[in-house]
Every structure is written in C-alpha cells, then in structure tokens.
C-alpha cells in the first residue's frame, strides 16, 4: 500500500466514525444525505461516494438497519444454528477470518502469569468505529479496543489491566499492517494471538463460526462449547474477548432479540451490526 492510499484510508476511516457518530446521535431520526453532509462538512455526491465505498449501501439505506428492531429481525432471519454448524474453525467464518495467518493462544500457564516477560506492542489508529487502540505481540494482533463510548484512558487501563505482567511499548508503525487489514484496507494477512483462559478461548472459537451478517445467542454459543447450562458464564466470556471486530462478539444477542450488552458501547454493537447486514446484503 503507498502512503498516499494510506493517508486516504484514514482519512476515510475517519469520515465513517463521524457519520456512524452523527447517525447514532440522531437517536433513530432519519438523516437526510443533505444533513449528514453539512456535518461533516463535505460535498453530498463526495460523501455518499466515500460513505457508500466503505459501508456498501447509501447513508439512507444503512440507518434502516439501525432502527430498534433491526436484532430481532437478526434473530429471525440471520440466526446461526452453531450446534449444528460445520466445525470448520477459523475458514468457515468468512473473508475476514480466512485471512488469520494463523490462530494461535497463549499456554494457560504463562496467561495465569499474567503475561509475564511478553512485550506487547501497542499504537493507536482510526477505525471505521471510532479511535481504537491494537495491541500486538511478535505473533500477531492479541488486543483492540474502541475508546469511542468509554475515552481513551479508560480504553488503555482497560487493555493493560488484563495484562498486567507484560512489557507494555508504543509502537504503532509494527502494528499498522494488521489494523490495516482488520479493518478491510488491504488484504494481508492477520496473524491473532489469543489471551485468554481454556474457557474463554473457547468461547471465543465459537463466536468465529457465526458467520458475517449473522447472529447467535448465548444459548447457541453455550450448546456450542458442550456445556449448555453455562449461559452466563458464556457472556462474561463474550464480554471479556480481547479482539472485539476480529473475534466477533458482537454477532451474540439474547435470545429475546435484545442486544444485550457490549463492552465498548452499544453503539458501537450497533454499527458493527449494521455494517455486516448492509454489506451482506449489498454482496
């Protein structure tokens, strides 16, 4: 990628976020093109080219997967029935995940340590859902937060806290390829290291075969591991996922439709949701 395409792609990324913002404010209002545009002071016809490029629909078109009831038509359309999916891990979870150079997780040991003696790289970048902070060991990406809805102090106490025994350095230019590419602005690979304990690194496995555009409950997910009466232990799982967007938790709902929580924000949920319903759609 030349520098000039990325300078383009953060600059684009950055549109998204306020837009994503401006729609989400409006509180389920409907946004005209005029009205979007004005606020993020550029031309209609340049930000339904930029705004379309990167969602897959038109402004118009993507705040309808954003009204209230948008989960439960998920649920009844788009329910992934993980207990009998094909167990095809990582290539069975779309274009994102087959480009995992590998899945790799940390020994239960050295994360019961605390990620003693591992220096973990980390750097802040502009994403399609606000400023989100990466962090990554020499095996590949092992966190993202969004620090849209919760600040950026919070977001970095945040990440630190569940390592708390790693060498933590700022070094954004060693992570940029693989945020790059988690974010759809190239296709090289993304190398994952999961940090987690033996349960929720299963979890967290199990949310990768919930296909894009898709949703499960935590039901599902619970049936899915083999232990179908741990639902709450699932969801506190879900919520602790280190690689939120990569790892997608937010494809899992409550099994009435309501969206149930979300670490970094519903909003942001929200848009992740409505983001993978248009381009699927779109597709």
């Known amino acids: 990628m030349t520098a000039n395409a990325e300078i383009d792609d953060r600059y684009h990324y950055g549109v998204i976020a306020r837009a994503l ?3 989400d ?48 038509r998920l649920l009844a359309e788009r329910h992934s029935l993980l207990a009998t999916a094909d167990e095809a891990g990582l290539s069975g979870a779309g274009r994102l995940h087959d480009l995992f150079v590998r899945w790799e997780a940390m020994s239960p040991g050295d994360y019961a340590k605390g ?37 950026t102090e919070a977001a970095m106490a945040d ?20 945020v790059l590419a988690a974010f759809g602005a190239s296709n090289d690979p993304v190398p994952v290291y999961a940090m987690g304990a033996p349960f929720q690194l ?22 899915k591991i083999g232990n179908p009466r741990a639902v709450r232990a699932v ?17 899992a709902i409550r099994k009435d439709g309501a969206l149930g929580g979300y670490h970094w924000g519903l909003p942001v949920k929200r848009a992740m949701l409505a983001w993978e319903a248009a381009r699927a759609d779109a597709g």
């Open 115 to 151: 990620a003693e003696g591992v220096t973990i790289r980390w750097g802040w970048f502009d994403s399609p859902f606000g400023p989100a902070l990466a962090m990554g060991t020499g095996r590949g990406l092992c966190g993202i937060a969004f620090a849209g809805e919760l600040g």
């Open 25 to 72: 404010a409006a509180g389920g209002t409907g946004l005209t093109l005029d009205q979007l545009a004005a606020a993020l002071q550029m031309s209609p016809a340049h930000f339904q080219r930029v705004f379309t490029r990167w969602v897959g629909v038109s402004p118009k078109r993507y705040q309808q997967y954003l009204t209230l009831d948008h989960a439960k």
């Open 159 to 178: 990440m630190t806290g569940r390592w708390p025994n790693a060498i933590f350095t700022e070094d954004p230019m060693a992570l940029r390829p693989w």
């Open 235 to 251: 969801g506190t799982a879900v919520g602790q996922n280190p690689l939120p967007w990569l790892i997608p938790c937010h494809r």
């Open 21 to 23: 913002a401006q729609i």
């Open 202 to 223: 299963q979890v967290w496995q199990a949310l990768l075969a919930i296909p894009p555009g898709h949703v499960a409950t935590y039901s599902d997910l619970a049936l």
